[in-house]
């Protein structure tokens, strides 16, 4: 690189995507993903395959960041869904963490034990019960905020602001497209 941040975000060397043929050889399928070396050496790495590896690699710095405040991963995602979405239930938050019922129950006693969250029965319906942060949680919220942020400044390193804006984009079209979640704008 020439040491300036690229403008836009590339996949794969060319513009166009590496085509493959399908399994079936009926049709040809494009491939998005990268390339490394060449030749009979070269490899291909799908796009999926690309994403899952930075899924484990952001996994993994915010395990570092967040064990020494004694949080999981788990921990902190409810965290940050109920700083932007209060009073939700326990399936509610379990739907929007990724994780079962039974998990959710364990992750809302832990959080609720270190007076991070607290929950009130809901005025309409006596058996849910709607957690908050606390003042506590919420204070811990944003000095995480600030660790997690520096995170992704690690990862988006290197990209100019109008990449980074590009890139963020593309990801959150591509959890639209999936239909994994996220508020429209």
């Known amino acids: 690189m020439n040491g300036r941040a690229p403008d836009t975000i590339r996949s794969v ?11 079936t050889g009926n049709h040809q399928a494009p491939r998005y993903g990268h390339h490394a070396g060449s030749g009979d050496d070269a490899l291909f ?4 395959y690309v994403i899952a590896r930075l899924d484990r ?3 993994r710095g915010l395990e570092e960041r967040l064990a020494p405040h004694g949080l999981s991963v788990s921990q902190y995602t409810t965290l940050s ?6 009073g939700l239930s326990n399936a509610q938050l379990a739907r929007r963490s990724f994780m079962t019922p039974q998990a959710m129950n364990e992750v809302i006693a832990s959080l609720e034990e270190a007076k ?32 997690i942020g520096e995170l992704e400044e690690q990862m988006l390193a290197g990209l100019s602001p109008a990449a980074r804006r590009q890139f963020t984009e593309a990801a959150v079209h591509c959890v ?10």
Do not use: W, Y
């Open 13 to 23: 060397p060319s513009q166009q995507p590496a085509i493959a043929e399908s399994r």
């Open 45 to 48: 790495f799908r796009l999926s």
């Open 57 to 59: 690699a952001i996994r």
């Open 81 to 86: 869904v109920l700083r932007n979405r209060p």
């Open 116 to 147: 991070l969250i607290r929950r009130e029965v809901d005025r309409n319906h006596r058996r849910i019960l709607r957690a908050r942060l606390t003042a506590r949680g919420k204070r811990l919220f944003e000095r995480l905020d600030d660790e």
């Open 176 to 185: 639209h497209t999936m239909g994994a979640g996220l508020p429209d704008s």
